[in-house]
């Protein structure tokens, strides 16, 4: 009796010795009614067979293109930089694979950052609306965690695809609580933040965890995200998706030790800053149980866009829309469009500041400026992997194409990728003006890449550093991923 009564003393204490607002938080809501706990109960209650046949196919084709762009990405300068880092600052910890690098494994967090840096390395990776690159957080720590996990315990294909789809929904669900989250970013590149989320939310449900830890991941992941636009176009924004990654498997396995934080992060509190923190409008709602059986995955309803060329996705409305004036330029036959050809050239394109770069000095710039890639496309016909080499950058019709473009923001063109357009206008020197527009370019969620075109693009990708026998067997494998008893046969074909 006397022990109860020390600990309710010292309970009673340590709320007398809270502030007011702190207070309120602690009595209301209750624990099981609160937003946060519905995402907890949301992921831990989540099964197979609430995949539908459309989520299972188009998660599988995220699932492909991601592995094809980090593999890509596993030639580039960050890429080497990150991995570098990671074997001479860390002790050896042989157990999660490294896209491209046979024979190399790192610690399950350490694979999860490189390999998540990888496939944003090149701006090459999917893009969903409200706007963020949703795989390139999630699967990577998905992949770590089942190289980590022992071999007679290897979660199944079937298993390994719910874990993925959990952390892309919970991403999804997240941002469609803001209004502010629906438009090109100013503020925080949101990869950073509801990637994270996504990778715990992911991570805990590949480990079971109940519903209660899954709440903690999720809140022990809020405290490790975020990070600032002024990186983009930098060799420090695929760090962006490696943090994300990491820190979500990180707070995973942080709350399967029971580890804990706020059960009231993603509810908006007065005076107490949650997931509030990063969207100003947050509004959020329960997610409900999927046991009710009425639960649509947000991928079932709009599916996702796969670029065709790695650069900002908003370059894909300019770059298609200089492409058809360079075609009635040059015609069908390949061919180039002469600068003298050219007085003016106006670009119509959203406001979005560091998505305007008139001279980009480097190719993450240039990856993030809609001055370089409409020049290049209509100075070439398309945008391609080789437009960002020194050698293109520097060319010099390039620069004086570049000299001579205008831009102009009107007002119905909008910072969101589901409402912008691009268009450019071409003044030829006889004076003869030349218009072409993109509403929805192909690749859109509106307009997704065929079968056909997201295998070309990932082969295109992946047989840069794996033998052709590799690459078509991972095409095969993960065609028929949930039918496989255990992922193995994935986690063996990414070096």
Known sequence: VLCVLQKTIRHLKAVRGLHKPAVEVLKHPAPEDTVTASFGRFISEMKPQHLSPVVLQ?????????????????????FELALQHCQYMYAADDISSVYGRRGTRLSPTLAAFVNGVATHSMDFDDTWHPATHPSGAVLPAVLALSDMMPAHNKPSGL???????????????????????HNIPKRFHPPSVVGTMGSAAACARLLSLDASRCSHALAIAASLAGAPMANAATQSKPLHIGNASRLGLEAALLASRG?????????????????NAFYEDYVPQPLESPSDGGHVFLLEEQDMGFKRFPAHLGMHW????????????????????????????????????????????????????????????????????????????????????????????????PANFSHMYGEVQVT??????????????YG????????????????????????????????????????????????SQLQ
């Open 58 to 78: 188009r998660s599988k084709r995220m699932v492909l293109d991601s592995i094809g762009v980090g593999l890509i990405g596993s030639t580039t300068d960050v």
């Open 159 to 181: 298993d390994f695809l719910l874990a993925f789809n959990v952390g892309i929904e919970i991403q999804g669900r997240l941002m469609r609580f803001s209004n502010e989250a």
């Open 259 to 275: 580890l804990q934080a706020s059960p009231l992060v993603l509810d908006a509190v007065a005076g107490v800053a949650g997931f």
């Open 318 to 413: 300019v770059a298609d829309a200089a492409a058809s004036v360079h075609k009635v330029l040059v015609g069908v036959d390949p061919g180039t469009v002469s600068p003298a050809q050219v007085q003016d050239i106006l670009l119509r394109v959203p406001q979005s500041k560091y998505i305007n770069r008139p001279f980009p000095e480097s190719e993450h710039e240039a990856r993030h400026s809609f001055q370089f890639n409409a020049c290049s496309a209509l100075l070439d016909g398309e945008v391609t992997m080789q437009s960002f080499t020194p050698a293109a950058m520097s060319r010099p019709d390039l620069l004086s194409l570049l000299r001579r473009v205008r831009v102009e923001h009107p007002h119905d063109n």
């Open 428 to 441: 030829l020197v006889g004076g003869d003006i030349l218009k072409g527009r993109c509403d929805t370019f």
């Open 444 to 491: 859109h969620w509106r307009n997704p890449l065929t079968n056909e075109s997201l295998r070309k693009k990932f082969r295109n990708n992946a047989e840069v550093v794996l033998p052709s026998e590799k690459v078509e067997m991972l095409v095969d494998v993960v065609e028929e991923l949930d039918g496989l008893g255990d992922c193995r046969v994935l986690l």
